[in-house]
């Protein structure tokens, strides 16, 4: 093991869109869901609503900032729109992924989301992961350093977005692998989910 992580022994993992992408079917519901919220929130018809947030996300390229901008809300409140969406109904085992955690058994696991405890278990279910034990915190909890400060030089924490993932665990003095994609502020990069396995053990 590379001496940087042989002192770890705790790994936060972000759910969505690190353990695994998004697919088309899951993305069209998080579109209605938005479209239909911000027509609701400034009554607006859906399709105008669409259209205003096409609009402001290609200034901002990110469909949260752009309906944070136009309903002016918080981030926070941003993902409690979406936290009733069961993504277990878009999700199937990933034989890889659970190989991926009996290589990390002697690890323990947090997971950080904005979906409930339940949201977050059928999800974990779904892809095969029922039998890990996980500690679920939020991102509010994350930003509020309520992750065990004696534990925080011992974690380590896997996203795979710059702004909600990396730069809160950093400011928290967390160590990083952001996933999927690049950041200059991660401390590590995966090309993959699953290469996180061969980085930590
Ligand atoms: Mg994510």
Redesign the pocket.
Known sequence: MDNNFSKIKVIAW?????LYKRSITLEKEIMSVRNRWLANKINISIIQAGRLIDCEYLKTRNYAKALCYLAKISNESHQKIFAHINKKNHLRKDLRLMRLFKTLKTYRHFINSNSNKKHCLDALEALGLKSITFINLTRLYLKKCFILPSSLPNSIYI???EE??ILPAKKLGIKTIIVWKRSPYADYYCRSIYEVGRLLS
């Open positions: 972000d759910i969505d869109n690190t996203g795979d977005h909600y993932d």
